[in-house]
Antibody, heavy 119, light 105 residues
């Protein structure tokens, strides 16, 4: 059974850093792209970027380029999304999802990680 | 850019829902997907390739369309269908519609 399990909620202050995780099971981690999707409170879905654990290839949405860093640890089947200096506007729910390149869609999703940035 | 309509749809149990997704440019049908997001939950894939149901999705859900106009139809509405529904296409990158909120009276 394919599962993506994300790390727990984070509460941070502006300017702090944070790294959230997405641990997968049930499939070969290095064979599929992982996507990250932001959902701000009461809003829709926004694609942030893709990461391919097989060769560490990263593709960032222009809207998020330079603001986030994606990475992975193949030894523990985990993908990561990190910020070095958070802003209040980064407060949102963040989802990881497996991306199917054959038809270009996200087939399995993590449960989401809520990041709250407040002074 | 994807534009979904209506923004909100309010129907009674047993009725059928028709949700629209219109693209600003022609989209290959194989790159059009639909997702359901129930309150407080992560999105769930319903339809990919414009008309193929994802694993475990009941046949009450169906997708159709081509070019710039795509439709998600939900037959025999049930209370558990209350959710936001999003379409997604892939041009040079994934793009989601703004969503349609489905309410059951």
């Amino acid at each position: 059974e394919v599962q993506l399990v994300q790390s727990g909620a984070e509460v941070k202050k502006p300017g702090e850093s944070v790294k959230i995780s997405c641990q997968v099971s049930g499939y070969t981690f290095t064979n599929y792209w992982i996507g990250w999707v932001r959902q701000m409170p009461g809003k829709g879905l926004e694609w942030m970027g893709f990461f391919y654990p097989g060769d560490s290839d990263a593709r960032y949405s222009p809207s998020f380029q330079g603001q986030i860093t994606m990475s992975a640890d193949k030894s523990i089947n985990s993908a990561y999304l990190q910020w070095s200096s958070l802003k209040a506007s980064d407060s949102a729910m963040y989802y990881c999802a497996r991306f199917m390149t054959t038809f270009q869609y996200f087939d399995y999703w993590g449960q989401g990680t809520l990041v709250t940035v407040s002074s | 850019v994807l534009r979904q309509s209506p923004d909100t749809l309010s129907l009674s149990p047993g009725e059928s829902a028709t949700l629209s997704c219109r693209a600003s440019q022609s989209v290959p049908s194989r790159y059009l997907a639909w997702y359901q997001q129930k309150p407080g939950q992560a999105p769930r894939l319903l339809i990919y390739g414009a008309s193929s149901r994802a694993t475990g999705i009941p046949d009450r859900f169906s997708g159709s369309g081509s070019g710039t106009d795509f439709i998600l139809t939900i037959r025999t509405l049930q209370p558990e269908d209350v959710a936001m529904y999003y379409c997604q296409q892939f041009g040079s990158s994934p793009d989601f519609g703004q969503g349609t909120s489905l309410e059951i009276k």
